[in-house]
């Protein structure tokens, strides 16, 4: 299928995109154009104007500022994943990256791109709610930032208002003797995921857990985090018995649905599988943090 007939404008400029978006409403922003291009080929989005950001070089970077990593939203998803600075202080990122697509498709897709499409199953909009992210967003009315926690409203849809452009995604930095895992089930690698589970864990010197944060994908309309699994292990020394019990928790704060690919229960039981997983994985590397 070929998509409907639309115009086609290519800004050299955040201030001129936004005008653009401004004056067409029925516009919407060209990045990598992984996602936007097969649904207009399918018809599922039929934008009367596409504005091609390519061209504003100024949202392509990567850099560590205030203590932590900002992304312009340009930046396509294989440079953060080569990123040596993200490799070495979040890699997490660098690790869940390598499961979004493919190669070709990690060379033109873009962070922030896949952040406004906020697909549920999607792996960086679970990182920037696990990483407690912040994504600034511009308009004609000026700039404003909104937490990762507030930015993914349900499947597809997001805080962005009419006329406003994701510009930039900063993540904070780890603290120190935290360590991380990340787990997913899909039907095949590179697909979506069924179920993806990340985490953080930070112990003090006497081995008990800190701060714990778990993020889902693919167990909801939106990714999710786990609120009361994360206070089951805060101040507790870790334990397979908690783990497993942080299992049993994690089936009650998610409410997937069942498709053509997996039932709800399925999902569900991946979810704490997958979350023990990764938080093992964390614990480990948080113990060798330590020393």
């Given at each position: 299928?070929?998509?409907?007939?639309?115009?086609?404008?290519?800004?050299?400029?955040?201030?001129?995109?936004v005008a653009l978006l401004t004056s067409e409403p029925d516009a919407r922003i060209l990045a990598g154009g992984q996602s936007l291009v097969p649904m207009m080929?399918?018809?599922?989005?039929?934008?009367?104007?596409?504005?091609?950001?390519?061209?504003?070089?100024?949202?392509?970077?990567?850099?560590?500022?205030?203590?932590?990593?900002?992304?312009?939203?340009?930046?396509?998803?294989?440079?953060?994943?080569?990123?040596?600075?993200?490799?070495?202080?979040?890699?997490?990122?660098?690790?869940?990256?390598?499961?979004?697509?493919?190669?070709?498709?990690?060379?033109?897709?873009?962070?922030?791109?896949?952040?406004?499409?906020?697909?549920?199953?999607?792996?960086?909009?679970?990182?920037?709610?696990?990483?407690?992210?912040?994504?600034?967003?511009?308009?004609?009315?000026?700039?404003?930032?909104?937490?990762?926690?507030?930015?993914?409203?349900?499947?597809?849809?997001?805080?962005?208002?009419?006329?406003?452009?994701?510009?930039?995604?900063?993540?904070?930095?780890?603290?120190?003797?935290?360590?991380?895992?990340?787990?997913?089930?899909?039907?095949?690698?590179?697909?979506?995921?069924?179920?993806?589970?990340?985490?953080?864990?930070?112990?003090?010197d006497q081995n008990r857990c800190s701060e714990a944060r778990i993020a889902l994908a693919g167990v909801g309309a939106t990714p999710v985090r786990a609120p009361?699994?994360?206070?089951?292990?805060?101040?507790?020394?870790?334990?397979?018995?908690?783990?497993?019990?942080?299992?049993?928790?994690?089936?009650?704060?998610?409410?997937?649905?069942?498709?053509l690919h997996a039932s709800a229960a399925y999902r569900r039981q991946a979810a704490g599988v997958l979350t023990v997983r990764a938080l093992h994985q964390a614990?480990?590397?948080?113990?060798?943090?330590?020393?």
């Open positions: 299928m070929k998509p409907f007939p639309f115009d086609y404008i290519a800004p050299t400029s955040i201030a001129e995109a080929n399918l018809h599922l989005a039929q934008p009367a104007v596409l504005v091609d950001l390519n061209g504003v070089t100024s949202l392509n970077y990567v850099a560590e500022r205030a203590g932590g990593l900002a992304v312009g939203a340009l930046t396509r998803q294989r440079s953060l994943e080569r990123a040596p600075q993200v490799r070495q202080r979040w890699p997490v990122l660098t690790e869940a990256l390598a499961y979004v697509g493919h190669p070709a498709i990690r060379v033109r897709g873009t962070i922030g791109g896949s952040l406004a499409h906020a697909d549920p199953a999607a792996e960086l909009p679970m990182l920037a709610l696990l990483l407690d992210a912040t994504l600034t967003v511009q308009s004609a009315q000026g700039e404003r930032t909104i937490a990762a926690r507030d930015f993914f409203i349900g499947a597809l849809t997001t805080a962005l208002n009419p006329g406003e452009i994701l510009t930039e995604i900063w993540f904070p930095a780890l603290p120190a003797q935290t360590g991380w895992g990340f787990q997913e089930v899909a039907r095949r690698f590179g697909d979506f995921a069924l179920a993806a589970a990340a985490t953080t864990l930070r112990l003090d009361r699994s994360e206070a089951l292990l805060h101040g507790a020394a870790i334990s397979t018995g908690l783990l497993q019990e942080v299992a049993r928790t994690i089936a009650t704060e998610i409410e997937p649905e069942s498709d614990w480990q590397r948080a113990e060798q943090a330590i020393g």
